[in-house]
């Protein structure tokens, strides 16, 4: 329920976004349920910026490019997202060709930061795939930042739920105030 009541928000409140030019201090939030988990803890560290989002909790990569498009010319200056850990690991060529649709319709002006991925393998296939693509883009495309998250769980394991994928309640914040930090190093 809380869940449904947090999307009709945010729904309402990207609707109300796509009719305003964006400034500096915007910022897109598209996501799965991680995305969902860090959208909560988000405004604290990005006081004074108009924040909009649109989560769903097993939201694929293959959706972003739409759920960006609906945004027109209002897009936000800053599009953060986090997807692709509910994907299939052998689908790179898909997941790079959702990147890559995500940040021409962005375009050069916008800053892209999309999450890097950690979760178990899926029927013995590996994420490495799918972080090696988003690193290869990110050399690739100026606007394309990648958050590091597989590199913040590296450093403190305790940042993953038990189950592997999700975040646990205190790295909420941390993983928040780390895509706060790139947010406004995109305006600069």
């Known amino acids: 329920?809380?869940?449904a009541a947090l999307s009709t928000c945010l729904a309402?409140?990207?609707g109300a976004a796509a009719q305003a030019a964006p400034g500096p201090h915007t910022l897109f939030q598209v996501g799965d349920s991680l995305a969902y988990g860090t959208s909560l803890y988000l405004p604290r560290y990005?006081?004074?910026?108009?924040?909009?989002?649109?989560?769903?909790?097993?939201?694929?990569?293959?959706?972003?490019p739409r759920?960006?498009?609906?945004?027109?010319?209002?897009?936000?200056?800053?599009?953060?997202v986090s997807a692709g850990?509910?994907?299939?690991p052998a689908a790179i060529s898909r997941f790079r060709a959702d990147v890559r649709n995500v940040l021409r319709l962005a375009?050069?002006?916008?800053?892209?930061i999309w999450a890097n991925i950690v979760?178990?393998?899926?029927?013995?296939v590996s994420y490495d795939g799918l972080n090696r693509a988003l690193a290869d883009l990110d050399r690739r495309y100026r606007s394309l930042v990648v958050f590091d998250w597989a590199g913040m769980v590296r450093r403190d394991p305790r940042a993953l739920a038990d189950d592997?994928?999700?975040?646990?309640?205190?790295?909420?914040?941390?993983?928040?105030?780390?895509?706060?930090n790139l947010a406004r190093r995109c305006i600069r």
């Open 164 to 180: 592997g994928v999700h975040v646990a309640v205190p790295f909420y914040r941390k993983r928040a105030q780390a895509l706060a």
């Open 12 to 14: 309402l409140a990207v």
């Open 1 to 3: 329920m809380r869940v």
């Open 46 to 64: 990005l006081a004074g910026w108009r924040i909009t989002a649109e989560v769903d909790v097993s939201m694929q990569s293959a959706t972003v």
């Open 119 to 124: 979760r178990p393998p899926y029927k013995g």
């Open 107 to 112: 375009g050069p002006g916008r800053c892209v």
């Open 85 to 88: 850990t509910n994907g299939s």
């Open 67 to 80: 759920l960006v498009a609906a945004q027109g010319a209002g897009l936000p200056r800053v599009v953060l």
